[in-house]
């Protein structure tokens, strides 16, 4: 009890006043973990959003609540909920993705940022010296603003684990890496889809333009006549058409998340983030060896075309999406989980030489209720490799695949993302060069 006293005490840790708060404290499955480390769990709220029969919400929420401090994250949940707290279930608020950033703010320069979008404020960039809020991206291996974020999933995010397992942690908050004058802070992207009475719900939630009646982006840009549906089409307060006559009322929401962590220490064997995309274009030059890594065009999003009537005489339905990614750096693959939407049938991940280094498969809801809703994405398997079996090289070209049942009508707006948690040193590894006095005498006695 006094632990949990404690904690609530401590200033800079999360406080939560208007906002539910649970904390547990466990300790770690491993007893060298016992004495060094507990595992703490955050449950929050996002502020509250709305959305009316048909409509889009796409909003960016600056510094949400989040563990403060030193720490090493264990994991990271969310899932949409109405006012009571009750799950919301998918085929009334479609989650196309919520998306955690991390990023940069001056603490001198006054920033005016709610709800704006991170494309337009957010800037990423090397030097800092001129902007007021910075993106902190992950190791890779997309640029720019395209794929940033630490975590992110969508309507899979009830049944898809992310927990981080022992010794392995995703350092955040340490002091010597935040820039002078600035504080580290987190972005929320919510992006949810009300699809109660409209007229096709999976098209709304694949953001087909025309039942948006949409023709020019966010920004007012005209959109290709080509361009049949996608994030460009269901941007926030857009409308997708409803049955005719429909009413309902509107509704207020919030996505609860859930945040795992421990205090940082020199026990935890920090993991890289790396988020791969089977849509990204990269030009690999033959004349040059060097990769020219600022080639990467992450487009996060595809479309199937239809089935042509002889493979679907030959069952042969399968749209395979493949690209190769050249990985400068390589590692210990700890996790591994693929993103994929309604239609997606697995995505696998190569090594060069052939060698399956992940395989992630949804899993369909057949009900009716949170979690298990019919029809929808509610879940992807994900890897955890024994630490040290599964090895990525420095150099590596890996192959990603995303494959996709197609039908008679195309789908819009699908992906074939992968996220990888890298460790570039195994655990004995990591002790030997980070060790206190304590493994370095251990160390010495075995030698
Ligand atoms: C920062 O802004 C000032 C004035 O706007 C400009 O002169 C300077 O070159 C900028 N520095 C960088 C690194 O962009
Ligand atoms: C679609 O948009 C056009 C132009 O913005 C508008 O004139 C038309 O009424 C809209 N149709 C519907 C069904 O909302
Ligand atoms: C994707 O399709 C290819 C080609 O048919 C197949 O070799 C591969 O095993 C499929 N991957 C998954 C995860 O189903």
């Not at 750096?329 to 060069?352: D, E, M, P």
């Not at 052939?354 to 369909?364: H, K, L, Q």
Request: hydrophobic share 30%; charged share 20%; net charge negative.
């Amino acid at each position: 009890m006094s632990t949990i006293k404690m904690w609530f005490a401590t200033k800079d840790m999360v406080i939560s006043l208007a906002i539910l708060l649970l904390v547990s404290v466990t300790p770690c499955s491993s007893a060298f973990w016992k004495t060094q480390n507990k595992v703490k769990t955050a449950v929050l709220l996002s502020p509250k959003f709305e959305l009316r029969p048909g409509s889009v919400s796409n909003k960016y929420y600056y510094d949400i609540e989040f563990p403060r401090g030193h720490v090493a994250l264990k994991g990271f949940t969310a899932e949409v909920v109405d006012e009571v707290g009750n799950p919301v279930p998918l085929h009334e608020t479609y989650l196309h993705h919520w998306a955690l950033f991390r990023y940069y703010e001056s603490k001198s320069k006054l920033a005016t940022h709610t709800n704006y979008d991170p494309h337009r404020v957010l800037h990423v960039s090397d030097s800092i010296q001129n902007s007021s809020l910075v993106l902190v991206r992950n190791s890779g291996i997309c640029q720019g603003n395209s794929l940033g974020q630490y975590y992110g999933i969508g309507s899979e995010t009830r049944g898809t684990n992310t927990d981080i397992p022992d010794p392995f942690g995703l350092e955040i908050g340490n002091p010597a890496e935040v820039p002078e004058g600035y504080e580290e802070k987190w972005l929320l992207n919510i992006h949810a889809i009300d699809t109660r009475g409209v007229e096709d719900k999976l098209g709304c939630t694949e953001c087909r333009c025309d039942l948006y009646n949409v023709t020019v982006n966010e920004y007012g840009i005209p959109l290709s006549p080509s361009y049949e549906g996608g994030l460009n089409c269901c941007y926030d307060q857009t409308q997708c058409r409803l049955k005719k006559g429909f009413q309902g009322p509107k509704r207020t929401l919030y996505l609860r998340y859930t945040a795992k962590w421990i205090d940082w220490d020199e026990y935890v064997v920090p993991v890289k983030i790396y988020i791969l995309d089977v849509t990204d274009t990269l030009k690999i030059s033959d004349t040059s060896s060097s990769i020219d890594s600022s080639n990467h065009d992450c487009r996060v999003e595809y479309k199937v075309d239809p089935c042509n009537s002889e493979s679907k005489k030959d069952n042969e339905c399968v749209d395979v999406k493949r690209t190769r990614l050249p990985m400068q750096k390589g590692g210990y693959v700890v996790y591994g989980v693929a993103h994929q939407h309604s239609g997606g049938i697995g995505a696998t991940l190569y090594g060069q030489d052939g060698r399956v280094i992940c395989t992630s498969m949804p899993n369909y809801g057949s009900g009716d209720e949170a979690g298990n809703e019919a029809g929808y994405v509610v879940g992807m398997t994900t890897c955890y490799s024994k630490p040290g079996s599964v090895k990525i090289f420095d150099g590596e070209t890996l192959t990603l695949e995303s494959n996709y049942s197609s039908t008679t009508r195309s789908r819009t707006g699908v992906m074939g993302i992968f996220y990888l948690l890298v460790a570039e040193q195994l655990p004995h590894e990591h002790y030997l060069t980070h060790s206190s006095p304590f493994f370095r005498n251990i160390n010495n006695v075995f030698n």
